[in-house]
């Protein structure tokens, strides 16, 4: 059974141990408690007789007694625990500082990987622990055996800032074939240190880019706990601007219909020929030279009010400050024209028609409007998305990237019918597709007894 990576400072710490103290209320009128159980954090009163413990990430694990009466509560914190194999894995007792924060501990149960190496030894005895946890006389245990990640990676790993821009890193790693961010195991560092060209938040890991630089600086990142690869770098190049482009939405040509949407971008590319994504910045701007024909409501979204034509652009850098006389650092963008237009709606169509999907997974609809001079135009944000069944299988809506995702909501089969329509400029016109959920095997279920 996998455990999720789990990290609580002291005042978090404090807060749940009030909390499981007041829950225990079988104690008293001779109920005591007659066995102790460890289970997974938030697994219920389940018996579990193994966990995986993935090397790069810390877990959690939680001692129960059983009364009397049949009842349980929670006595991590009131539990002595120990590991049999310290030198594979280590449990706290509220005694583990948290890296770079020595007055903040690791919660009672939190178990940490301490086997290193680039590999682990083939045999799960080598790379087993068990751990105890003993209270009134009264003891529990549980094996944990340690596995590796896959596919560890630093993100972005090749990305050329712009001076003024902020760039989020990310270390990711695959647990069980999904795709984690790892960066609460994790510190960052720049392998040399120049706030002439770029500075990091090691918090966040943001870095700020200031200016070009002759060379690339490096950043570094750094697991706190064992790994098969214990730090990971990237290069972390500054460069001027060549060009700046607004990039428009794929498939939409240069006429958008009126009171819809265009999400568009702003891309810098540099003189190596690589770009770098600036929509979401705090020094991009996207200009509407006729904001009453269409006008930018978001970063990189674009509305349209009502026929007419307006020129678009965006820019990007620090504006001109007049009154400081101040010039700025403002790259800006070629110029584009739009032309909004004002046809009727006459059909909507929605594809898929049909999907099949596992059940707690997701899948994307689109819908396209069709409309009376025989144009076409994704319409997918400006519909009216309901699902037949909607305590099964839910569907997003409005001016938002998640418009037409279907959620399956419950572990259940289900065959619904999600339909699109109710728009502004024609009411009457929709379209339907059916969705299958297929339900899945309780992985966990299949795992808890072993490695």
Same mark, same amino acid.
């Given at each position: 059974?996998?455990?999720?990576?789990l990290?609580?400072?002291?005042?978090?710490s404090?807060l749940?141990?009030v909390? &499981?103290?007041?829950?225990c /209320?079988n104690?008293?009128?001779g109920?005591? %408690?007659?066995? =102790? *159980?460890i289970?997974?954090? !938030? $697994?219920?009163?389940?018996v579990?007789e193994?966990?995986?413990?993935y090397?790069?990430t810390?877990?959690?694990?939680?001692l129960?007694?059983?009364f009397?009466?049949?009842?349980?509560g929670?006595?991590?914190?009131?539990?002595?625990?120990?590991s049999?194999n310290?030198?594979v894995?280590r449990v706290?007792?509220?005694?583990?500082?948290?890296p770079?924060?020595?007055?903040?501990f690791?919660?009672h149960g939190?178990?940490?990987?301490v086997?290193?190496g680039?590999s682990l030894p083939?045999?799960?005895?080598?790379r087993?622990a068990t751990?105890?946890?003993?209270? &009134?006389?009264?003891?529990a /245990?549980i094996?944990?055996t340690?596995e590796d %990640?896959t596919? =560890? *990676?630093l993100?972005?790993e !090749? $990305?050329?800032?712009?001076?003024?821009?902020l760039?989020?890193y990310?270390?990711t790693?695959?647990?069980?074939?999904?795709e984690l961010s790892?960066?609460s195991n994790?510190?960052f560092?720049?392998a040399?240190e120049?706030?002439?060209?770029a500075?990091l938040?090691?918090?966040t890991?943001?870095?700020?880019?200031v200016a070009p630089?002759?060379?690339?600086l490096q950043?570094?990142?750094?697991?706190d706990?064992a790994?098969p690869?214990p730090?990971?770098?990237?290069?972390?190049?500054?460069?001027?601007i060549?060009t700046?482009?607004l990039r428009r939405e794929?498939?939409?040509?240069?006429?958008?219909?009126?009171?819809?949407?265009?999400l568009?971008r702003?891309?810098a590319r540099?003189?190596?020929?690589?770009?770098?994504?600036?929509?979401?910045q705090?020094?991009?701007?996207?200009?509407?030279?006729?904001?009453?024909?269409a006008?930018?409501?978001?970063?990189g979204?674009l509305?349209?009010?009502?026929p007419?034509?307006?020129?678009l652009?965006v820019e990007?850098?620090t504006q001109?400050d007049?009154e400081?006389?101040?010039?700025?650092?403002v790259?800006?963008?070629a110029?584009?024209t739009l032309?909004v237009v004002?046809?009727?709606?006459?059909?909507?169509?929605?594809?898929?028609?049909t999907?099949?999907?596992d059940?707690?997974?997701?899948?994307?609809?689109?819908?396209?409007g069709?409309?009376?001079?025989?144009?076409t135009?994704?319409?997918?944000?400006h519909?009216?998305?309901?699902?037949?069944?909607?305590t099964k299988?839910?569907i997003?809506?409005?001016?938002?990237?998640n418009a037409?995702?279907?959620?399956?909501?419950?572990n259940?089969?289900?065959?619904?019918?999600?339909?699109a329509?109710?728009?502004?400029?024609?009411?009457t016109?929709?379209?339907?597709a059916?969705?299958?959920?297929v339900?899945?095997?309780d992985?966990?279920?299949?795992a808890?007894?072993?490695s």
């Amino acid at each position: 059974m996998i455990l999720s990576p789990l990290r609580q400072p002291l005042a978090a710490s404090l807060l749940a141990t009030v909390g &499981l103290l007041a829950g225990c /209320s079988n104690v008293g009128d001779g109920n005591k %408690p007659e066995s =102790l *159980r460890i289970v997974l954090v !938030n $697994q219920g009163t389940e018996v579990v007789e193994g966990v995986t413990l993935y090397r790069c990430t810390r877990s959690s694990l939680v001692l129960l007694a059983q009364f009397t009466n049949g009842g349980f509560g929670n006595y991590s914190n009131r539990a002595r625990w120990s590991s049999d194999n310290p030198a594979v894995v280590r449990v706290s007792n509220f005694d583990e500082p948290v890296p770079g924060d020595d007055d903040q501990f690791f919660v009672h149960g939190t178990i940490t990987p301490v086997l290193a190496g680039a590999s682990l030894p083939a045999d799960p005895v080598a790379r087993t622990a068990t751990i105890r946890a003993e209270y &009134l006389g009264l003891t529990a /245990s549980i094996d944990v055996t340690l596995e590796d %990640p896959t596919d =560890l *990676r630093l993100l972005p790993e !090749n $990305q050329t800032l712009a001076p003024e821009s902020l760039q989020v890193y990310t270390v990711t790693g695959k647990i069980d074939d999904v795709e984690l961010s790892l960066n609460s195991n994790v510190s960052f560092a720049l392998a040399e240190e120049n706030d002439e060209v770029a500075t990091l938040n090691e918090n966040t890991a943001i870095i700020t880019a200031v200016a070009p630089g002759a060379e690339p600086l490096q950043l570094n990142a750094s697991f706190d706990v064992a790994c098969p690869t214990p730090t990971l770098s990237v290069p972390v190049p500054v460069a001027a601007i060549d060009t700046l482009e607004l990039r428009r939405e794929e498939g939409f040509s240069g006429e958008l219909v009126d009171d819809t949407t265009e999400l568009y971008r702003a891309v810098a590319r540099f003189a190596d020929g690589s770009e770098q994504n600036l929509t979401g910045q705090a020094r991009t701007l996207f200009r509407s030279a006729t904001p009453t024909v269409a006008n930018f409501i978001g970063s990189g979204t674009l509305l349209a009010i009502a026929p007419g034509s307006t020129e678009l652009k965006v820019e990007f850098g620090t504006q001109p400050d007049e009154e400081e006389n101040e010039p700025g650092s403002v790259v800006a963008s070629a110029p584009q024209t739009l032309t909004v237009v004002a046809p009727l709606l006459t059909a909507i169509s929605v594809t898929p028609e049909t999907a099949t999907i596992d059940a707690l997974t997701t899948q994307a609809f689109r819908a396209v409007g069709t409309y009376d001079d025989q144009r076409t135009q994704d319409i997918t944000r400006h519909v009216v998305w309901s699902s037949s069944d909607a305590t099964k299988v839910t569907i997003s809506g409005g001016v938002s990237l998640n418009a037409g995702i279907a959620v399956s909501r419950t572990n259940e089969a289900a065959t619904v019918t999600l339909t699109a329509g109710n728009t502004a400029t024609n009411p009457t016109v929709s379209d339907t597709a059916t969705l299958t959920v297929v339900p899945v095997e309780d992985e966990e279920e299949d795992a808890g007894g072993g490695s």
